[in-house]
């Protein structure tokens, strides 16, 4: 009697694991509160996602995973960054929220666990089955204003995912204006990260002024990078126009901003910005020399205008889209462009941005990136 039912304990547990992870034909691992082998809806601790090609094949436990990586984070084996991706990448949602609030509360402006979150945010829907369709927008605007930080950076993911672009005041899919104003001043940066995100894809073009300022201003790098985002979604040329002007003439903090922006969102314009501020690091002050075809001068003050945004007066509702036209070169503010003097740190921060422009770590000094830029990259522009 002891021997069987000993043997249906192990049978159980053998059937439900303590942290089950459902796997995937297609080899994705996500963290299920309840599946079966050939699901096509796998139910998660945050939602449902649904895998209607991809069924699952396997149901693992991953307890012990999750205690070994917490055992090499511990040790220093796994940096932060490390330990969040090895996480992610094996569906540990649960640990993955835990671990992103450990890595916050040290690193406030990591934000690694932010788009983590968000990767998933967007594969998982947590609106209830029962929640009306024309209910759905504002039911994950809500829970985007939870104070539970992965509840609502999840819900803001699938929120900017599911809001729609059109100009008609009553769609049912749209946060209001007056809504996002409110939230983008919120003390909350996960709450100014999503409302960026929704203002970016409902095209309030009314809101580029407020972006376009926290894209270089906002405190946290998640609700600047987010505002970064949103501005360049709203109108690319303008956003990267502003972030060229603040890369070359603009304060330092601001400069340095300015540089990831046009890293993480001006495509080939940010590659013209960054390599031109890129080559005013071995020419002296006060000299005038000409690369890729401009003429520029190092000079040693800031320009206490580049912060003034392009198109736009203060006593206007509607932005002068004459000032914006994309088929003017970004550099051609004056004759000559003139680029503030800087030291090593931020030329540093130079090769890092121009790095997250590449997608990847190239470990390129000043001198190969001029190399790549003059000899390799821009020969195949014309």
């Known amino acids: 009697m002891v021997w069987l039912l000993a043997s249906a304990l192990l049978t159980f547990s053998l059937q439900t694991?303590?942290?089950?992870?459902?796997?995937?034909?297609?080899?994705?691992?996500?963290?299920?509160?309840h599946a079966e082998i050939g699901d096509r809806?796998?139910?998660?601790?945050?939602?449902?996602?649904?895998?209607?090609m991809d069924p699952v094949v396997a149901i693992i436990d991953g307890e012990k995973q999750v205690l070994e990586l917490r055992k090499l984070h511990h040790t220093g084996a796994l940096d932060d960054a490390s330990w969040l991706r090895d996480l992610s990448r094996a569906g540990q949602l649960e640990e993955l929220a835990r671990?992103?609030?450990?890595?916050?509360a040290?690193?406030?402006?990591?934000?690694?666990?932010?788009r983590l979150l968000e990767s998933w945010g967007r594969r998982i829907d947590p609106v209830p089955p029962k929640v009306l369709v024309q209910d759905r927008v504002a039911w994950l605007w809500r829970e985007s204003n939870r104070k539970d930080f992965a509840a609502a950076i999840l819900a803001g993911a699938k929120l900017a995912e599911e809001v729609s672009a059109s100009s008609y005041e009553d769609n049912d899919r749209k946060v209001g204006l007056s809504e996002?104003?409110?939230?983008?001043?919120?003390?909350?940066?996960?709450?100014?990260?999503?409302?960026?995100?929704?203002?970016?894809?409902?095209k309030e073009f009314s809101l580029r002024e407020t972006l376009l300022e926290a894209s270089l201003g906002d405190p946290t790098e998640a609700a600047r990078d987010a505002a970064a985002k949103g501005a360049h979604m709203l109108h690319p040329y303008s956003a990267r126009a502003y972030w060229v002007r603040n890369l070359m003439q603009g304060k330092d903090d601001l400069r340095m901003a300015s540089a990831?922006?046009?890293?993480?969102?001006?495509?080939?314009?940010?590659l013209h910005g960054l390599m031109t501020a890129l080559s005013a690091w071995e020419h002296p002050l006060g000299h005038t020399y000409d690369f890729a075809g401009r003429s520029l001068r190092v000079v040693s003050g800031s320009d206490r205008n580049a912060l003034d945004i392009p198109?736009?007066?203060?006593?206007?509702?509607?932005?002068?889209l004459k000032d914006l036209s994309p088929n003017h070169a970004l550099l051609d503010f004056h004759d000559i462009v003139q680029v503030k003097r800087y030291g090593e740190d931020q030329r540093d921060i130079l090769l890092e941005a121009l790095d997250l422009w590449a997608g990847k770590t190239t470990e390129r000094t000043h001198g190969e990136w001029m190399k790549f830029y003059l000899e390799e990259w821009l020969p195949t522009q014309s």
Do not use: M
Not at 180 to 202: D, I, M, N
């Open 99 to 104: 671990a992103s609030l450990e890595v916050l």
């Open 106 to 114: 040290l690193e406030p402006q990591a934000i690694l666990p932010y």
């Open 311 to 320: 198109g736009y007066s203060p006593d206007q509702e509607d932005v002068n």
């Open 260 to 270: 990831f922006n046009l890293a993480n969102y001006g495509d080939a314009d940010g």
């Open 17 to 33: 694991p303590q942290r089950p992870i459902a796997v995937t034909q297609e080899g994705v691992q996500i963290q299920a509160t």
């Open 41 to 52: 809806e796998i139910q998660t601790p945050f939602g449902t996602l649904r895998n209607v």
């Open 180 to 202: 996002l104003r409110k939230s983008l001043r919120s003390s909350s940066p996960v709450l100014r990260r999503v409302a960026a995100h929704v203002a970016g894809r409902q």
